[in-house]
Each structure stands twice: as C-alpha cells, then as structure tokens.
C-alpha cells in the first residue's frame, strides 16, 4: 500500500473510531455527570441532563459527519457518500474500503482533473 493511501485509511479509520466511541461512551458519561450532579444540586440537575445530551448530539454529529465525509484516496470525493450502507467501495472510482493503489491510479487521477 502506498504511503499516502496509507495515511489516509488511518485517518479515516481514526475518524470512525473517534465517533463511535464518541457514540457509545457518551450517554453512559453525560449519565453519570447527571447523577452526580444530582447529588450534588438537587432537582436543578435535569436542566444540566438536558445541556449535557444537546452537548454530546452536536459533538457525535460534528464527528460522525467528519468521518462520512472522509475524502476517497483515489478520487477525492467523500467516500461513504451515495452508496448503500453495506457497500464497502467508492461510489465513483470504485476503490474498496482500504484498498490499495493500483499502477493505473495516477493515470486514472490526473485525467480525472483534465
């Protein structure tokens, strides 16, 4: 695999693990503040809840929209954009999901751009 395409599988491999943690350990950590907090404050908590989960929604979508649109090595456009959930390659070029580079991929690149 070429060092570029490489470096851009584990970008994109970051980005989903980003979000899915992001996604999963989020609510049980909100939770725990909110109870916390509870404890702490009193009934005035369940306005802190619901800031909390508004907080956690904007950040899990700022990073799960970072991690769809995560640019295709090949041909640059977002790679999970229009295509089926269960397909595992570029809706343009055709590159599968941590594919490597072809011989042909800087020929088919550079008349891309043409």
């Known amino acids: 695999m070429s060092d570029r395409y490489a470096r851009?599988?584990?970008?994109?491999?970051?980005?989903?693990?980003?979000?899915s943690l992001v996604l999963i350990l989020g609510p049980l950590v909100v939770v725990l503040v909110a109870l916390m907090?509870?404890?702490?404050?009193?009934?005035?908590?369940?306005?802190?809840?619901?800031?909390?989960m508004v907080g956690w929604a904007l950040v899990w979508g700022w990073l799960a929209f970072?991690?769809?649109?995560?640019?295709c090595p090949r041909c640059g456009v977002a790679f999970l954009a229009n295509q089926d959930a269960w397909v595992r390659r570029c809706g343009r070029c055709g590159l599968e999901l941590y594919g490597e580079q072809r011989p042909s991929d800087s020929t088919w690149t550079q008349n891309r751009t043409s």
């Open 37 to 52: 907090s509870r404890t702490l404050i009193g009934d005035k908590a369940s306005g802190l809840f619901i800031a909390l």
């Open 8 to 19: 851009e599988w584990n970008e994109f491999r970051r980005k989903n693990r980003t979000a």
């Open 66 to 71: 970072r991690a769809v649109r995560h640019p």
